[in-house]
């Protein structure tokens, strides 16, 4: 059974940078692509960032605009990096999971989802 649990979230003030983590078990994630999603109050949920297990391949949303970095930095962990935070960025942060090849970046192309993390920029 596939798990992802998210961590890092919190509340920061504008400008500043979080780093939110995503540990993925339960099977062999070798030919799949984790991505982040945000969801904030009475919004659709939406892509952020996606990247392959072996980190190959890397996706973001036009907003991200440079100030966010989705990476693999540990064997099971993928992290997402935010910098110079924006009140705009408040969400709740998910972690999903695909296959490889990814045949879209909407919520409806991830199967695992994880329980999502908090986070609230205040200006």
């Known amino acids: 059974q596939v798990q992802l649990v998210e961590s890092g979230g919190g509340l920061v003030q504008t400008g500043d940078s979080l780093r939110l983590s995503c540990v993925a078990s339960?099977?062999?994630?070798?030919?799949?692509?984790i991505a982040w999603f945000r969801q904030a109050p009475g919004k659709e949920r939406e892509f952020v960032a996606a990247?392959?297990?072996?980190?190959?391949?890397l996706y973001y949303a036009d907003f991200v605009e440079g100030r966010f970095t989705i990476s693999r930095d540990r064997v099971q962990s993928t992290d997402l990096k935010m910098n110079n935070l924006k009140p705009e960025d408040t969400a709740v942060y998910y972690c999903a999971a695909a296959p490889l090849p990814l045949y879209g970046l909407g919520p409806a192309d991830f199967g695992s989802w994880g329980q999502g993390t908090q986070v609230t920029v205040s200006s």
């Open positions: 990247i392959s297990w072996g980190g190959s391949k």
């Open positions: 339960g099977r062999d994630f070798s030919d799949y692509a």
